[in-house]
């Protein structure tokens, strides 16, 4: 079983909607990333969280330690939107590595 | 803004080449990341280093080497290039504290034939 795990794996949207992407991981944690990759290839970091919600703009990250659970959420999706979504959790310690999920790509449809 | 730069966008190598791919970080990050990304398996840790000439293995390191002589900048060696290490390479850098964000370059698609 992979460490973290994302959900659905593929994900199309109608633009206007509300999108929820989900992230389970099986280790301990000091912080959750969530990464979006557009295609092409570069990596922009969204969010960094250990506790909570964080909100930018029409993203809205949130993590429950307790569940090893994480969610991002997008509000009022839109074409430019589509991407693959990407979870990583960071273990404790300096100098800690990052450990991926494999991605949810998501289509928003105009 | 942070900048972390990688030498290729796309390159091609024949069977048993070297290869040297370079990655350059502009905000002094202690921490620098190779990965690999492939269809299916997500992004997996090839090498890592968090200070000059410090290196340490990720979960793939077979065939592949690193050399950090200068903070700023973090090479990925493979000796003898094979077709089974065709890929989109990463580079990533994050400064050396507890929760600090990671920064990517912009990938280096590399095909062996």
């Known amino acids: 079983k992979n460490e973290v795990e994302q959900s659905p794996q593929n994900l199309t949207a109608q633009e206007g909607e509300f999108i929820t992407i989900n992230c389970s991981y099986s280790?301990?944690?000091?912080?959750l990333h969530w990464l979006q990759q557009h295609p092409g290839g570069g990596i922009v970091s969204l969010f960094m969280l250990s506790s909570g919600k964080k909100k930018h703009g029409r993203l809205i990250a949130t993590i429950n330690i307790q569940e090893k659970h994480s969610s991002l959420h997008i509000t009022a999706s839109h074409p430019r939107d589509s991407a693959v979504y990407i979870c990583a959790a960071q273990r404790p310690g300096a100098n800690s590595k990052l450990t991926f999920g494999k991605g949810i790509t998501l289509s928003v449809r105009p | 803004d942070v900048k972390v730069t990688q030498s290729s966008r796309y390159l091609v190598k024949r069977t048993g080449e070297k290869v040297f791919l370079e990655c350059v970080q502009d905000?002094?990050?202690?921490?620098m990341f190779w990965y690999r990304q492939d269809p299916g398996l997500g992004l997996r840790l090839i090498y890592f280093?968090?200070?000059?000439?410090?290196?340490e293995k990720g979960d793939i390191p077979e065939g592949y080497s690193v050399s950090r002589e200068k903070k700023e900048r973090f090479s990925l060696i493979l000796e003898s290039a094979s077709t089974n290490q065709t890929s989109m390479y990463l580079c990533?850098?994050?400064?050396?504290?507890?929760?600090?964000?990671?920064?990517f370059g912009n990938g280096t698609r590399l095909t062996v034939t």
């Open positions: 905000m002094d990050h202690e921490n």
């Open positions: 280790v301990g944690i000091s912080a």
């Open positions: 990533a850098s994050r400064r050396g504290q507890h929760n600090s964000p990671l920064h």
């Open positions: 280093s968090y200070d000059v000439k410090m290196k």
